[in-house]
């Protein structure tokens, strides 16, 4: 999918593009702050334009995935039943445009080459009680970690937020590099336990007053949010922006690397940020060890 690199922008382009991100979500704020409990209570499908509405209604979720989204299935040719409003491709044009590109610079090596579950580049004691995706993520962010600390001369390392320590394991004992590891209470596990409870519930009370009924806009319930599925990297490439602008700006050396693979780790953008410049440094940060 296309997309904008961080990296072949200057200072001035990237506060344009926040610009730019900040006027296009600010049109769309009713679908970013709704919420799926919402949907029949606030009659969420007759805020569309009734234009949106007619080239959406009846699509069943493969059909918004490949035509909205831009996620076609292998082989798959797209083709729209009928003409979509201007300003509805527009947003998907748009949203597309703007986002950060997810496509790494650089050829993935196959990890699950036999088994889908064991990474072929990960040692074997690093892949214990750690899924695919986390395997793949702890690797590259791992040897990231390490080429910068090389190449910074960095003697110490901080995992803030290590949840079950698999990284910092990973970091210490598989890269050699001197780890500290910062956790935070139970609290939030429980709090986290309490909102599932509680959505689940409201589910519940919802579907009992009108089954058959809400069971019939199914698909448009999908088509509504996936409007939100659609504006939500560009949601994620504001914040990702700001916080680049905001190290770039108190003195640091800062870049976007898309270090993981999108297929595995579909938010794959790292913030590397250094007090001396790296310069074509950073391209050896993105690329893969053999």
């Not at 336990?193 to 689940?200: P, V």
């Not at 994620?236 to 690397?257: A, K, N, P, V, W």
Request: one cysteine or more; glycine letters at 6%.
């Amino acid at each position: 999918m296309p997309g904008v690199s961080a990296r072949g922008l200057s200072l001035e382009e990237r506060r344009q593009l926040a610009v730019n991100l900040t006027r296009v979500l600010s049109l769309y704020r009713s679908i970013l702050d709704a919420y799926i409990i919402e949907f029949f209570t606030d009659n969420l499908w007759g805020t569309l334009p009734c234009s949106w509405q007619e080239a959406l209604d009846g699509l069943n979720p493969p059909q918004l995935a490949t035509l909205l989204l831009g996620m076609p299935g292998e082989g798959e040719v797209v083709r729209y039943r009928s003409v979509w409003p201007l300003t509805l491709l527009a947003l998907k044009s748009t949203a597309y445009a703007l986002a950060f590109t997810r496509t790494p610079g650089f050829q993935t090596p196959s990890e699950f080459p036999e088994n889908p579950s064991q990474s072929s580049r990960l040692p074997a004691p690093f892949r214990k009680h750690v899924r695919p995706k986390k395997q793949h993520e702890i690797r590259r962010l791992g040897e990231l970690v390490k080429k910068l600390s090389d190449l910074t001369g960095c003697t110490q390392v901080v995992d803030v937020g290590s949840g079950q320590g698999h990284l910092s394991r990973f970091m210490s004992l598989g890269l050699g590099l001197k780890v500290k590891s910062i956790e935070g209470d139970q609290r939030l596990v429980e709090r986290a336990q309490h909102l599932d409870q509680e959505l689940l519930q409201t589910l519940k009370k919802e579907e009992k007053r009108n089954p058959q009924a809400h069971q019939a806009q199914e698909n448009r319930v999908v088509a509504f949010f996936s409007l939100a599925l659609l504006l939500a990297p560009l949601v994620e490439t504001l914040i990702l922006l700001d916080r680049l602008l905001y190290l770039q700006e108190q003195g640091f050396h800062s870049e976007l690397l898309p270090i993981f693979s999108p297929e595995l780790s579909p938010r794959n953008l790292v913030l590397v940020a250094t007090k001396r410049p790296l310069g074509q440094a950073f391209s050896v940060l993105e690329t893969e060890d053999s």
